[in-house]
């Protein structure tokens, strides 16, 4: 298979907190040897593009910040193109609130009417702000959006709750599902690493240690798929999950394996 672009996925897979993940440095070089476009697209949806360089310099690598998309580019898309005259109540950190007005969106306070909630990591989430969520989904007409749907995130020492953890809190005690949950797999995310790389995803691998995100991602856009085993995703997660990549790495060192066409 001649392969043209790459979609890799950061936590997990790359580094570890600011530390980089053994033979991450070795697969970052094979894949530039190998002549592929390459993109950086991470569910992290509290930092713009330019965090992700500064953070991914302090590992090792040299990324330019055109090379990188976050769920909350991924958000902010999203709700330019949606939601453009919104007034959104952010249930979210100070980042996630900043590139939102950055963009020229309106955040508003819970009691300000809002006309969507957006939900995300909160490392402060409480009582107080589940209930403000409950009251504002209350009314059907708010609209309810994520901004990525992972459960728990990998940081150094120990994995710790993600924006899944706080959107399927508020969802239970609403009982309303998300219009939408963005980041990685949808559509908005697929759309814009595409647009970066250029290239077909039938010619695209996707490298990411997540198989409801990553792998997933890429068995939606017809690209080639690859879990390492660095990240979230253990032996038995792997048995019992409905996507199946077409292959497994012990990490991202052994992407030769896959560029040289040697058996999943």
């Known amino acids: 298979m001649n392969y043209r672009g ?35 697209v991470s569910n992290n949806p509290t930092k713009p593009p330019e965090a992700y360089v500064e ?4 590992a090792g690598f040299d990324v330019s910040a055109s090379e990188v998309v976050t769920a909350g ?15 959104l109540f952010v249930v979210g950190e100070p980042g996630l609130v900043e590139l939102l007005a950055d963009a020229g969106l309106s955040v508003v306070d819970a ?6 909630l957006v939900a995300s990591i909160d490392r402060e989430f409480d009582y107080d702000t589940l209930c403000q969520a409950l009251w504002t989904l209350s009314d059907e007409r708010v609209g309810f959006v994520g901004t990525d749907p992972d459960i728990v ?11 899944g953890a706080v959107i ?20 908005t995310a697929r759309e814009m690493a595409l647009e970066h790389l250029g290239v077909p995803p039938e010619s695209v ?28 995703t253990d032996e038995r997660t792997l048995a019992e999950s409905s996507h199946a990549p077409d ?8 992407i030769e394996r896959v560029l040289n066409g040697r058996d999943a």
């Open 6 to 40: 790459v979609v890799l996925d950061v936590d997990g897979t790359v580094v570890r907190g600011n530390e980089p993940i053994p033979g991450a440095g070795a697969g970052i070089d094979a894949l530039a040897a190998a002549g592929l476009e390459r993109v950086f």
């Open 55 to 58: 953070r991914l310099g302090r």
């Open 73 to 87: 580019t991924v958000t902010v898309r999203y709700l330019t193109e949606e939601h453009p005259d919104d007034d």
């Open 111 to 116: 009691d300000e009417d809002p006309d969507t």
């Open 153 to 163: 995130i990998p940081a150094a020492g120990h994995d710790v709750p993600g924006s």
């Open 168 to 187: 399927n809190a508020i969802a239970g005690v609403a009982e309303r599902d998300p219009d939408v949950v963005l980041g990685k797999p949808s559509d």
């Open 205 to 232: 691998l996707v490298v990411g240690d997540r198989l409801d995100t990553d792998i997933a991602l890429g068995e939606r856009a017809g690209m080639t798929t690859v879990l390492v085993k660095t990240g979230v």
């Open 247 to 254: 292959y497994v790495l012990d990490s991202l060192g052994d």
